[in-house]
């Protein structure tokens, strides 16, 4: 499902945070949304995931607007995912019986996951006891329950321990690899970017000032106000 | 001291032989509390988590006035609600002063913004964040009311707790509207009061540990339930 944004300006007391003319996050791609701090990123992504309201223009999915069977496609997971009080497998299950699937097959489908995030001594724990890595890996098996074909990530490594920064990346990739969904992964971390990404758009002052394949951004065409964050270490 | 001893001593000797004057001043104290805590959750449970949730222009005055009504003085409320229900005053036809209805009607006015006060403070932290991740997963607007009541279920209960103890332990609204009759309004506070103008200092501790033992009960009862969830 690919994602057209028009004239899409945000404001917060009268200062604008988010001004795109134009953009496309083509369908199948993974995009890394990079950006020094307070360049629009989360706010871009909480208009498409729409949680957040535009001041003005429109975001286009598959050419249609948002509506409620968009909603049922599409996911977001956070930074400091909030976790139902629950278990680990009923979390992950959640988004399932929102959808009225049958005990078996969320049973199996849970099960799946759980596998393969490796969370099987955890999967009857409550989700409060869990620790920043675990959490992320719940919250991430849950948006991926369901088969979203757009996902989008907002920093979703960000706070938590490298073995666990890697098993998620190795999750997004499988994910990426075997339903070729559209997703947009906020990033502060470069190296991350290049390493996932297969698209970047790079964010400042609420505009995408760069986009395209990651070796034309960071390469040697590299345009010289992402060169300067990268030299000051802003990304 | 005497009078805390043979309080404890006439507390025993109460229960025990089950005096049916005292058991109906405890039931009608239960029913009075209970019915007005229920009305209230049913308004203030709603309430309170919308405005936790909502953002719109004048919510800062709102959450003001609630704060104020809180803390405002019982007998002040009954006060009011007596000249409503006065025979010539606005509700004067419905003939409520002086009646076990008066009573709810004064410590559910008590109550109402005490509860959705307590939801409130527990939605504004946490409400939008369960909005968020409802919406995200899909979820309809009402499974996402749902959502939220389920995962705010404790500062609901908690909300509740704290309004049925100040409902139980009123007594100068429900004085005032009700008027302390004998076998038609007496309740467990109004017999506190009553017994101390009177001088029957044990009688009146006596009344006041049954009380406190039936709010220990109450409570109780409700930890139980919230712990098991």
């Known amino acids: 499902m690919n994602i057209i944004i028009d004239s899409l300006i945000k404001k917060y007391n009268n200062k604008v945070v988010l001004d795109i003319p134009q953009m496309e996050f083509q369908e199948g791609q993974l995009w890394g949304i990079l950006g020094p701090n307070g360049s629009g990123k989360t706010t871009l992504v909480r208009i498409i995931a729409g949680i957040l309201d535009s001041c003005s223009g429109n975001v286009l999915y598959q050419g249609h607007e948002y509506n409620d069977s968009i909603k049922k496609t599409m996911t977001l997971v956070f930074q400091r995912p909030y976790l139902i009080r629950s278990t680990v497998f009923e979390n992950i299950a959640y988004p399932l019986r929102l959808r009225g699937v049958s005990e078996q097959e969320i049973s199996t489908r849970v099960d799946d996951l759980i596998e393969s995030f490796n969370i099987q001594s955890i999967q009857e724990q409550k989700a409060w006891t869990l620790s920043g890595g675990e959490a992320q890996k719940v919250a991430l098996a849950r948006a991926l329950v369901f088969k979203p074909r757009i996902l989008i990530l907002d920093e979703p490594t960000s706070n938590i321990d490298p073995e666990s920064i890697m098993q998620l990346e190795e999750r ?18 470069i190296q991350q970017a290049k390493r996932l990404c297969n698209r970047i758009a790079f964010m400042n002052e609420g505009r995408i000032i ?8 960071f390469g040697s065409g590299v345009i010289p106000k992402i060169k300067e964050f990268i030299r000051k270490g802003l990304i | 001291m005497d009078n805390f001893a043979s309080g404890f001593r006439d507390a025993f000797h109460i229960i025990v032989s089950l005096d049916p004057e005292f058991f109906e001043i405890v039931r009608l104290s239960m029913v009075v509390s209970l019915t007005a805590t229920f009305l209230a959750a049913v308004v203030a449970i709603p309430f309170g988590t919308w405005l936790g949730i909502k953002e719109f222009p ?54 109402t913004p005490i509860i959705t006060g307590v939801v409130f403070n527990g939605t504004k932290d946490r409400g939008p964040d369960i909005q968020d991740l409802a919406r995200t997963m899909g979820a309809s607007p009402s499974q996402t009311v749902w959502l ?25 609204a429900v004085m005032v509207v009700g008027g302390n009759i004998k076998g038609h309004t007496r309740i467990m506070t109004t ?35 919230q712990q098991e969830r």
């Open chain 2, 191 to 225: 017999t506190i009061a009553m017994l101390r103008n009177m001088g029957e200092y044990s009688l009146a501790i006596a009344t006041g540990i049954v009380l406190l033992l039936i709010s220990f009960l109450i409570n109780s009862l409700l930890y139980h339930w």
């Open chain 1, 172 to 189: 997004i990739l499988d994910y990426y690899r075997k339903e070729k969904p559209t997703i947009l992964m906020v990033t502060h971390n």
């Open chain 1, 210 to 217: 760069d986009s395209g394949n990651p070796s034309d951004i």
């Open chain 2, 58 to 111: 004048g919510k800062r005055i709102l959450v003001r006035i609630i704060y104020t009504l809180m803390s405002m003085p019982p007998v002040v409320i009954g006060l009011v609600l007596f000249l409503l229900f006065l025979r010539n005053g606005p509700l004067g036809d419905f003939r409520l002063n002086f009646t076990a209805t008066a009573m709810i009607i004064a410590q559910f006015v008590l109550v």
């Open chain 2, 148 to 172: 939220l009541i389920r995962e705010l279920r404790i500062n609901i209960l908690s909300a509740v707790v704290t309004g049925y103890g100040r409902a139980m332990s009123e007594v100068g």
